[in-house]
């Protein structure tokens, strides 16, 4: 029996738990566990459906018995739990995202049996438990003891908490429950989680009005009315991922008992006081800063005493300034029967480290330890948080007095900051696996014995990678900021903690995407409280730069995305309540200063008023998402001269290996079913297959590694000149005022399946060509060369607030022979602060004295600085396709000259011209210090750190466009 098994695994589990800790610590009580029960009971008419999707040795039971019933995980998800228990495969693999949809519908009833120690017993009357749960996915309700149901649960990115008193426990217990009611406390715990699916169908259908869109395209096998729950928009599919539309407890759960208050919020704020003008580096230009600490207690118990706190500041880096505390101010106020406990605390500035971005400075960062107590001394509860000092403003001023014309720039503590990003999806289909093993729980004493000794044993689907090693990749392709998108989930602790150490930016968006969004009182309402408790998490890390209301709602009622002009006062309306009402009215109360910016939407038109009649595509103002995947993309003048790029991009295909390991195929091809399946974009493999016609003249079938490699290469060279581009305007304006970019966000980061997408890695980390392309173009120095149309030209792009000397050597090849052409050179010249110079320039017809066959021809540039860790060449061809590129073969080798602790040295070698040399570990996943380059020397360096080092490590394979060019005129 399910249920009785489920009863005596949680009792061991928790005779394990109370065994470990000291009595005195017994105060939360943390769930997390794979000893939960999980059931649905199937609807009879869907039960042969359900059954057959299963795997052999569960049908008959299910058809038999009408439910599925398994032990499960939490944190984690039902389709995790079956996968472990072997009744579903892979839901990552083949098709199964369409296959497991029938689960989808089903509603799912999480529980657990839970005999309480004896402490509890011995409090008085009137004593309060508290059950929190820091994450339930989505729509639910709670019963404790099979009599006492609780408000339902509404939103992923919400906490419920829920208050019980020693008479709701006592003598509960419920089915499978064993224990002697009168011997003790027994607390049954369920939560009946509805499918999203029809949870989302029945609330649209109840609604006033249709609230678009109401569906998606076919090729993205989803499902209708995402916008009506709170939850993760792109469960529901997108153009890059599935639809699986998780159900489960995603987050963990504890139980608090035995002390007399709960320390239930707690609200930092870093700010300065007084007002006043920066001058320069490190001139806050006020006389102190201010740390606001609001503190919300429960109360449990009916004793006396009130709560008191003390505190400490202490740098992180050893040897850094010990800030004195100026002056503190601790106020105590009840708030009903609870409390809060209100800190203020001021320091002289010039005690203070700033924090800065990367690349712009040291990331100094001070721990705020808080320690909670009673005068009779039996509460004592510790907090902390790591809190950096800085200045963010985001310039919106006009230029030279023009109405239209607004800078779109960030300015962190007085300094102008050149952004370099990317945007970041869901790290996970199944994100609650990214939880198990949470550092943010820290009022639970009992979280590090879960999360290391008894749970790294029995949770499944522990991540692929951790959180530092994606912070490796981020920093290492020389990423300075990141947009966490809207249609994903904000992020876990652990992320704002690693991008405030690494100096990483976060724009943070709210949870709303490519929709519009109800606006009945219950939304709103739902919203604030999300609002709230997210903005109240996050507001103290140094790394947000920015909140943004949503992506492209607002340009999706302006350029009539969905058809909303029948009613489009009604949506504008609508909009506005949610995003400048609600969303802007509750971040403002809690960032009174606004010392992190806020904008209602992405794409903006700058955002000075915030309304929707305004541009939000301006080229003049705010910021600008750009897509076009049929222009000729070597031509810089398909593209926009925007203030600040913050979408664009191009699809590829992931590494074969990544392919193959999820498709379950050994021979993938551009359209066969499989490919077909995971091509989300309309019409995506017929686009893909236009440009590598395009870009290369390509005859023959798109397959294989071929398919992988020139899909990855147009990504890169698409991708790249977009980045070049942008990065030429850097403080430059065109004759018509476009211009001024001040950064670029290209899309995306990463991804969540194996399939097409716009990604610079794939779900397994491994890099593709344009993470390497990015990592060049992403240097503070930049060197880079582009075709105008008649002219091959080099611009040098300096974003440092100092004068930098560079090098130029500039190289023409006949594509057949190694012996260089002609040469130039550009010595010893130097770029000005901040600024984007023309620096080398020749025209088509002065190369055509020297290759009268420019078909044949390339130019490499190469460009060094002081600042140039990156010295891949770079290579143009006076035109704007690599069509009718006549090749030798190479006859590439790689041998191992040298094993590190660390890493291994490659020698590259090759007998020919070998352009866009790709490099790829067979048995690693890891990164090259070099990739994706042309080979016009016999030979190359290069080094390979791989995720995990060994004496076997490493078999590389090489390759070239030689291998895969098959052009035509």
């Known amino acids: 029996n399910n249920a009785i098994m489920s009863y005596f695994d949680m009792s061991v589990f928790l005779l394990l738990l109370l065994v470990t800790i000291p009595p005195s610590l017994q105060l939360v009580l943390d769930l997390s566990s794979p000893c939960w029960h999980i059931e649905s009971e199937i609807p009879s008419r869907d039960v042969e459906r359900v059954a057959g999707i299963l795997s052999r040795g569960f049908r008959d039971e299910v058809r038999r018995t009408g439910r599925i019933a398994l032990n499960g995980t939490v944190p984690g998800y039902v389709l995790q739990d079956m996968h472990r228990k072997g009744m579903i495969g892979d839901p990552l693999a083949k098709d199964h995202d369409v296959k497991y949809r029938p689960l989808s519908r089903l509603s799912w009833l999480y529980r657990t049996p839970l005999p309480l120690p004896s402490k509890p017993q011995e409090k008085e009357e009137g004593d309060k438990f508290l059950l929190v749960f820091e994450g339930i996915d989505t729509a639910a309700y709670i019963v404790i003891n099979k009599i006492h149901v609780f408000k339902s649960h509404d939103n992923q990115f919400r906490r419920t908490v829920i208050e019980l008193t020693r008479e709701q426990i006592a003598g509960g217990g419920g089915r499978g429950n064993h224990s002697d009611s009168a011997k003790g406390l027994n607390l049954t715990i369920e939560v009946v989680i509805s499918s999203a699916v029809e949870e989302a169908d029945k609330r649209a259908f109840e609604y006033p009005h249709i609230v678009p869109p109401v569906s998606f395209p076919d090729v993205q096998h989803g499902e209708k009315h995402r916008n009506f729950l709170r939850k993760s928009p792109s469960s529901f599919s997108w153009d890059w991922g599935p639809a699986f539309f998780p159900a489960g407890i995603w987050k963990p759960v504890h139980l608090v008992y035995g002390q007399d208050f709960y320390l239930s919020a707690v609200d930092v704020t870093t700010g300065r006081n007084g007002t006043g003008v920066t001058t320069g580096r490190n001139d806050t230009g006020f006389s102190s800063w201010n740390v606001k600490v609001t503190l919300d207690f429960v109360k449990l118990t009916n004793r006396g005493g009130k709560p008191e706190v003390t505190y400490t500041l202490k740098p992180i880096i050893p040897g850094v300034k010990h800030p004195e505390t100026h002056s503190n101010i601790i106020r105590f106020r009840r708030k009903g029967k609870d409390g809060v406990i209100e800190v203020t605390l001021e320091f002289v500035a010039s005690d203070i480290e700033m924090w800065y971005p990367r690349g712009y400075g040291d990331q100094h960062l001070y721990n705020l330890t808080l320690k909670a107590g009673t005068s009779h001394g039996s509460y004592c509860e510790s907090t902390s948080r790591v809190l950096g000092f800085r200045t963010v403003e985001l310039n919106q001023d006009k230029l030279d007095g023009e109405g239209n014309q607004r800078k779109f720039e960030f300015v962190i503590n007085g300094e102008p900051v050149y952004i370099k990003g990317a945007n970041m999806v869901p790290v996970s289909v199944f994100e609650g696996r990214n939880y198990g093993n949470s550092s943010a729980q820290d009022a639970s004493p009992s979280n590090a014995l879960l999360g290391n000794a008894l749970l790294d044993t029995v949770l499944l689907s522990r991540d692929r990678f951790s959180m530092t090693e994606l912070f490796d990749r981020v920093e290492f392709g ?307 060369g582009y075709w105008n149309g008649t002219h091959v030209e080099v611009s040098v792009v300096n974003e440092l607030n100092e004068r930098v000397e560079y090098k130029i050597d500039v190289f023409l090849f006949d594509a057949q022979n190694p012996k260089v052409l002609k040469e130039w050179y550009v010595l010893k010249q130097s770029a000005p602060p901040r600024s984007s110079i023309l620096t080398f320039s020749v025209s088509g017809n002065e190369l055509e004295q020297s290759c009268p066959d420019l078909q044949k021809c390339f130019i490499a540039v190469e460009f060094s600085s002081k600042y140039n860790e990156i010295r891949t060449p770079e290579i143009v061809r006076p035109g704007f396709s690599w069509k009718g590129l006549s090749l030798k073969k190479p006859d590439l080798r790689v041998e191992i000259m040298q094993r590190l602790e660390d890493r291994i040295v490659l020698a590259v070698h090759s007998q020919e011209i070998a352009l866009w040399v790709w490099l790829e570990a067979k048995d690693q996943v890891g990164v090259f210090s070099m990739n994706m380059f042309p080979l016009y020397q016999s030979m190359v360096v290069v080094e390979f750190i791989p995720r995990v080092m060994s004496e076997s490590c490493c078999r590389v394979h090489v390759t070239s466009l030689y291998n895969h060019y098959r052009s035509g005129k």
């Open 478 to 784: 020389g990423i300075n900021a990141i947009r966490v998108w809207g249609g994903g989930v904000y992020r876990e602790d652990e992320f704002y903690e690693e991008a405030d150490r690494r100096g990483i930016m976060i724009w943070q968006e709210f949870m709303f995407a490519c929709s519009m969004y109800p606006a009945d009182e219950r939304f709103l309402e739902n919203v604030r409280g999300e609002v709230k408790e997210q903005v109240t998490r996050l507001k103290h890390h140094p790394s947000i730069i920015l909140l943004s209301g949503n992506n492209e709602n607002k340009q999706g009622i302006q350029e009539n995305w969905y058809s909303t002009d029948y009613n489009k006062t009604t949506f504008v309306s609508e909009y506005m309540a949610l995003y400048d009402g609600v969303i802007r009215d509750a971040v403002d109360g809690l960032i009174p200063d606004r010392s992190i910016p806020f904008l209602l939407s992405s794409p903006s038109n700058g955002e000075r008023t915030g309304w929707v009649e305004d541009d939000p595509q301006s080229q003049h103002a705010g910021d600008v998402h750009f897509y076009n995947y049929t222009c000729q993309c070597l031509d810089t003048g398909n593209f926009p001269v925007p203030r600040f790029a913050s979408e664009f991009g191009f699809q590829s295909y992931p590494s074969l290996r990544t392919l193959r390991a999820a498709l379950k195929a050994h021979n993938i091809t551009l359209h066969d079913a499989n490919t077909q399946h995971r091509q989300h974009l309309v019409n995506g493999n017929d686009i893909l297959e236009d440009q590598i016609t395009r870009m290369f003249g390509q005859k023959g079938p798109l397959q294989g590694e071929t398919l992988v490699y020139l899909t990855q290469l147009n990504q890169a060279l698409c991708v790249s000149s977009e980045i070049a581009h942008f990065r030429r305007f850097y403080n430059r304006r065109s004759e018509d005022g476009r211009g001024m970019n001040a950064g670029v966000l290209l899309w995306q980061l990463n991804d969540v399946w194996a399939a097409p997408t716009w990604s610079v890695m794939d779900i397994e980390l491994r890099p593709k060509m344009l993470y390497y392309a990015m990592r060049r173009l992403y240097q503070p120095v930049i060197g880079t």
